[in-house]
């Protein structure tokens, strides 16, 4: 169902370009418009360029074949030291409160001291975990930290044989390296940092208050500001350390969970699943749409045939994306074009499980009340 070829030129270096109506219009010369949402990103420029240096060497000594296993080098030591300090903190901060509320005298002096105390450990209280809406996670659950993969049905339908191998090659690999009891760790770490420094900044409307000089000051505006300005400063500080503690560790453990789905489900089918993750919400619209508007394509039939009909041009306009990104998007992650790169770069010999085409039917149709259901309640909800 190709439209009719059009083609333009590019504004800014002539290129003759491709123009296909139903996907953005880029430049694959200049990279013109090549991401026509920027993010609004207010990271400092030295420290992009730091973490873009981060990223390059660990390219580079992967590529060259000097990395085997995740080793625990002083990075991972001290990210994991400083989460179980950030998780330990509000415990101490309360055993401490109820202590000094039973040993210390003078009483009053006692509950002053107290207080200060029992509010530190409630600001730094462990929140909940949610399941965010990545499209694809692994963590453990309960208190057997009992190992589970979520992988969106949209984006499981759009997967070919192999490249369903080489996605839970991948998440398992994360399970054999050890990645998840550290990431549980941090990443609880992260959750309380991100709620506290939520908590102590300044909110749009406060700026823009101050912009506008329609802000007096009173006591009360004063003293919130001067917290923001401390805890805040703190806890920011603190989040940026512990995330370029993690870039180098957490990216490796990626690169590695990688190539792992390479020797597991071939170079080329690991390489591929990757790129297809990128057409995530490209599944998800599609599943959604023949939701809204029912045809005689069943919706996960219409989920297949609608990533498959994703011209190589696009999926490479979002590789360049994920290059303009770098890690803005998501630190733990390096940029999907360098994982494909080195993927293919040190490509394994042959694959070790190969699914065929009835196996994947197979895990179709056990899969199919389960996704009846899960059609079902998203319906519901639209
Ligand atoms: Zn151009
Ligand atoms: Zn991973």
Known sequence: MQSAEEVTRCPDCGHQIRVDRRYVTWCEKCDWNVDPTPLLDLTPAWRLRVEQRLVDSLYRELERGAIHRPSWDAARITANLLSVLILLLPLIAFLTG?????????????IILALLALTIA????????????????????????????????????????????AI????????????????????????????????????????????????????????????????????????????????????????????????????????????????????????????????????LDAVRRAVTEVPAREIERRLRVSRVHGTRTDATHPPTYLRTKLIRTRPATSARVVMGIDQARNIDRELASAAEQVLKEVKAEL
């Open 98 to 110: 109820i202590g000094l509320l039973i040993f210390y005298r003078p009483l009053w002096f006692s």
């Open 122 to 165: 409630f600001v730094f209280r462990p929140r909940a975990g949610h399941i965010d809406e990545a499209n694809i996670w692994y963590s453990q659950v309960g208190w057997r930290f009992r190992p589970v993969i979520g992988i969106g049905l949209p984006l499981w339908i759009g997967l070919r044989p192999q490249e369903r191998v």
């Open 168 to 299: 839970l090659a991948h998440e398992f690999g994360h399970g054999r390296h050890g990645d998840l009891r550290s990431g549980w760790l941090i990443g609880n770490a992260h959750s309380v940092l991100e709620g506290l420094s939520a908590t102590f900044s300044e909110s749009p409307l406060d700026a823009a208050r101050r912009e506008w000089g329609a802000e007096e000051l009173s006591g009360g505006t004063l003293f919130s500001r001067m917290v923001n300005a401390t805890v805040g400063t703190v806890v920011r500080g603190l989040s940026a350390v512990l995330n370029r503690l993690e870039l180098r560790s957490g990216q490796r453990n990626e690169y590695l969970a990688d190539r792992r789905a390479g020797e597991v489900a071939g170079s080329e089918a690991a390489a591929h699943a990757l790129e297809r993750t990128l057409l995530a919400d490209t599944s998800y619209d599609a599943m959604v749409r023949a939701l809204r508007f029912p045809s005689e394509l069943a919706p």
